[in-house]
């Protein structure tokens, strides 16, 4: 981690750097209407402008898909920039100079991390060095001809060989006390407590160097030449490699063509390589994991296209559907879900040797669109001739679908559930009032745990030393989600986004905000984000956007939080404080009353209860009550 960024240098910087001169270039057909400029968004495909910049108040905003924020939340979305990284380009463009606050902590950790990247460089060299030359290499170079793999496209991934013994790369860089250590924290050294020894990681692999976006290496991944288990073996979640995060071969596929138009998500790392070979250089893979939120969310902000590969076996299918979960949540109109499914057999980068490149593009058009694959998924065991044979259909589908962002995708798959089943938009609605009473958390709506395997075998893939998993800022909450209707008539708004997008306009209410107890209780996403975000705007009443992103990116759990917040800035927009505060006014009891209805719910299911909980279950019921009686002032 650099220097911190003076908070005075962040403010001035963006007084300086105007919009319009920022969007210029990288928003098509860019002009002045009014007051405002518009253009086409650069989020999402569309024809017609509906991406809005005021250079008054210096933010944009797209009404299609919702994107919004300032300049260097501009350049954080479209450059996928951190946002150290984006101010350092809006300086460039101010011509700037960007101060550091240097503190002896910093330097450390800065040169901490420095180590760890020029040490995984080392190793990823040492591996392709010993892929060239070590006496045992014919098996591995066996090995990657019998999967058709070129030379070339090896050299283009880096691609190595980890020979067999236990310590060839710890000998290399030198086997002391401070390179054991390094060699530890970069996850390529294992240390043995019981015989208190220390041994390489990868030994006797095939060796896939994982990159970062700008290139550097941050982990490996091996594939077993022998017997032993797991045939694949991952680098351990270190410093430099967060794996919930990362898609191999990402880096390859930009670097090859900076305006991807699409990305093809498939199992492995080969057949990231395979199909590169074949002029598909659009290939990722998720890392030994089922695809995340987290991963989708990444993807969406870099092609409108994504493209799930499975295999066409029942293995296939279930990781299709849970591909499909994971997906709802997060796709926006203007993107696109496509799921392609393999003959028995096949995997990618055989099939596309086989047939080659145009037939196996021609596979990825036909692959079926999400809507497609959502209602043959759903209907296809399910007798909708029968009246319970369509209930039970849209028991199934509604909740799935309520859990998609509001749009014209999910009002027409709404649409499309009424046609199939009968049922007016009303009793659709009554429908999934009734499962939300009834079920505390659908399963479709419950987020897949981003490090667990689900298509992958669990017998052919392991990493070591994997911490537990816990919910990650801008994670989806595995809650149901509940929204409220928004006062600008943009269909639904979380009421925690809504009440985070309020503080954003105007810090200055936070004093407002007294946040029941039980909070985190709620099922509702960005729930720790808002807790976070009014102690910060308490403890801070002069705090702007720029000096919160400035604070927050030296905190490794807030620094997580500000894409979440560059994205729901103008969730919500208001511009009048008295119109927000009492927006605010309203927002906070209702929060209060979400945790009483979980609290009421949870007594009314308990067969037996105590005479505390009886109690408690009474104060409940009158508060309810009075809550919902008329006000006669009214």
């Known amino acids: 981690m650099a220097g911190r960024i003076p908070q005075h240098f962040i403010d001035d910087l963006l007084a300086r750097v105007n919009i319009i001169d920022v969007l210029d270039g990288r928003v098509q057909k860019l002009k002045r209407t009014g007051k405002n400029f518009s253009g086409l968004c650069p989020f999402h495909k569309e024809k017609t402008p509906s991406f809005t910049a005021n250079q008054e108040k210096q933010f944009y905003y797209c009404f299609g898909c919702g994107a919004g924020g300032n300049a260097l939340g501009f350049m954080m979305e479209y450059d996928h920039l951190d946002f150290p990284q984006a101010v350092e380009e809006l300086a460039k463009m101010a011509g700037m100079e960007v101060p550091r606050e240097e503190s002896q902590q910093n330097r450390q950790q800065q040169q901490q991390l420095k180590s760890l990247y020029d040490l995984l460089e080392q190793a990823s060299q040492f591996y392709t060095q010993q892929l060239r030359s070590h006496p045992s290499r014919e098996q591995a170079v066996k090995y990657l001809k019998s999967r058709g793999l070129s030379g070339q496209a090896a050299k283009a991934f880096d691609i190595g060989f980890a020979p067999p013994g236990w310590d060839n790369f710890l000998e290399k860089v030198g086997n002391d006390e401070k390179n054991r250590q390094l060699l530890e924290q970069a996850g390529l050294l294992i240390h043995n407590e ?43 979640e270190t410093d430099t490699f967060h794996k919930g995060r990362e898609l191999y071969g990402l880096y390859e596929a930009r670097k090859h063509n900076q305006k991807l138009e699409r990305l093809l998500i498939v199992e492995g790392y080969m057949d990231v390589v395979g199909l590169a070979q074949y002029g598909i250089h659009y290939a990722v893979a998720t890392l030994g994991t089922a695809t995340s939120a987290q991963h989708l969310e990444r993807v969406f902000k870099m092609v409108p296209e994504v493209i799930f590969c499975f295999d066409g076996d029942q293995a296939g299918r279930t990781a299709a559907k849970r591909a499909l979960s994971t997906t709802l949540p997060v796709i926006k109109d203007g993107q696109e879900a496509r799921f392609l499914f393999l003959p028995d057999g096949e995997d990618p980068d055989s099939l596309v040797r086989q047939e080659g490149t145009e037939q196996f593009s021609k596979r990825l058009d036909e692959g079926l669109p999400l809507a497609e694959f959502f209602f043959k998924s759903h209907s296809e065991e399910m007798d909708m001739n029968s009246m319970d044979g369509r209930a039970r259909f849209s028991s199934a589908a509604l909740p799935m679908i309520q859990t998609m962002k509001p749009g014209i995708l999910k009002q027409m798959m709404l649409d499309r559930v009424s046609e199939l089943t009968g049922l007016s938009q009303d009793q659709l609605e009554s429908v999934v009032n009734l499962h939300s009473a009834t079920q505390s958390a659908p399963p479709s709506q419950q987020a897949p745990d981003p490090f667990v395997p689900d298509y992958y075998d669990e017998g052919d893939y392991s990493d070591p030393g994997l911490p537990p998993t816990y919910p990650q800022p801008g994670q989806q909450n595995s809650k149901s989600r509940r929204s409220e209707t928004s006062r600008s008539g943009r269909g639904t708004v979380q009421l925690s986004e809504r009440i985070i997008s309020l503080l954003l306009h105007f810090p200055t209410l936070a004093r407002l905000c007294e946040l029941p107890v039980k909070l985190d209780q709620l099922p509702e996403n960005n729930i720790p984000l808002l807790c976070a975000l009014i102690d910060y705007l308490k403890s801070h009443p002069r705090a702007t956007l720029g000096t919160l992103y400035v604070d927050w990116q030296e905190d490794p759990l807030l620094s997580g939080y500000l894409m979440t917040l560059n994205g729901i800035t103008y969730a919500d927009p208001v511009n009048d404080i008295q119109k927000a505060e009492q927006i605010l006014r309203d927002a906070l009891p209702k929060l209060e009353s979400r945790i009483d209805d979980l609290r009421l719910n949870e007594l009314s299911k308990k067969i037996s209860r105590s ?18 009686a008329p006000n006669p002032a009214k």
Request: no cysteine; proline share 5%.
């Open 194 to 236: 019981e015989r208190n020894s220390d041994y390489d990681r990868f030994r006797n692999r095939i060796m896939f160097p994982i990159r970062d976006q700008r290139g550097r290496v941050i982990a490996f991944g091996g594939r077993v030449l022998g017997d032993d288990k797991p045939k694949y073996l991952n680098s351990p």
């Open 611 to 628: 005479e505390e909980e009886k109690n408690e279950l009474n104060q409940l019921l009158l508060k309810q009550h009075l809550n919902q």
